[in-house]
């Protein structure tokens, strides 16, 4: 009996870490690497990886799971404001016959091969949504719709930049930008080791000494980034607090 119940506990793990390396459903799934390297050279990162993947306003939230460590947005950024129809302001079923007509989703708003950049904003520039119409809640917040209308795309990735991303000077970078560029590549946008620590401490932070879990997230993507952004500062010697786990 403990047995089984120690199975469907690894199980349950193993579907929560997912969560954070998996790509947009139901497109298809990142290939993953089946050993962690935990011994990286600190001066020499990786090599540079395509623009695309830096460039990109997709949120990885439409259609499926978040992927924390491809998305420069929050999931909220990829959400579709179907309250619209709900409060009259569109008819209903206009958001997904333009989602299918002008974005390339299926009939059953599959995303694979649609265009998901940019939703909310194509959302409100293709129906001239009136900002006072657009719906606001806890995660549609109003800050976030007046980034929206504001159509700065600085204040935009300020309002929107996925909690697993760094935010500097306008723009956004994912984890996975990061774990892709130099050191000095990562230092030419303003981006510090001491930025780095910070979000050791409030998101990037791996804690060997659960060793059960550890041996799990040290295969992921985010598990290895995180390894590898820890053992960055400590080789430049730019301390970080390690999360309290009370």
Request: negative net charge; charged residues 25%; proline residues 4%.
């Amino acid at each position: 009996m403990k047995k089984i119940i120690y199975a469907l506990t690894v199980l349950l793990m193993i579907g929560i870490l997912a969560g954070c390396n998996s790509t947009d459903v139901p497109a298809t799934p990142e290939k993953e690497s089946n050993t962690a390297d935990t011994s990286v050279d600190s001066a020499q990162i990786t090599e540079k990886a395509p623009e695309t993947a830096a460039e990109s306003n997709t949120a990885s939230g439409i259609g499926g799971v978040f992927n924390c460590y491809r998305a420069k947005y929050c999931f909220e950024y990829g959400t579709i404001p179907f309250e619209l129809e709900d409060n009259g302001v569109l008819a209903p079923g206009e958001i997904k016959q333009w989602l299918i007509t002008e974005r390339g989703f299926s009939e059953t708003l599959n995303s694979v091969g649609a265009d998901k950049s940019d939703i909310l904003l194509g959302i409100i520039e293709y129906f001239n949504i009136p900002k006072e119409k657009f719906p606001v809640d806890k995660f549609l917040t109003q800050k976030r719709v007046d980034a929206l209308y504001s159509k700065d795309r600085s204040k935009i990735n300020e309002a929107f930049v996925s909690p697993h991303a760094i935010y500097k000077n306008g723009e956004i970078y994912s984890p996975e930008w990061l774990d892709t560029h130099t050191l000095e590549e990562i230092n030419a946008v303003g981006i510090t080791l001491e930025d780095i620590a910070k979000k050791i401490e409030t998101d990037w932070y791996i804690d060997m000494n659960d060793t059960e879990r550890f041996e799990f997230v040290k295969l992921t993507d985010m598990g290895k980034f995180g390894l590898k952004m820890m053992k960055l500062c400590d080789d430049n010697g730019v301390p970080y607090t390690v999360p309290s786990t009370n």
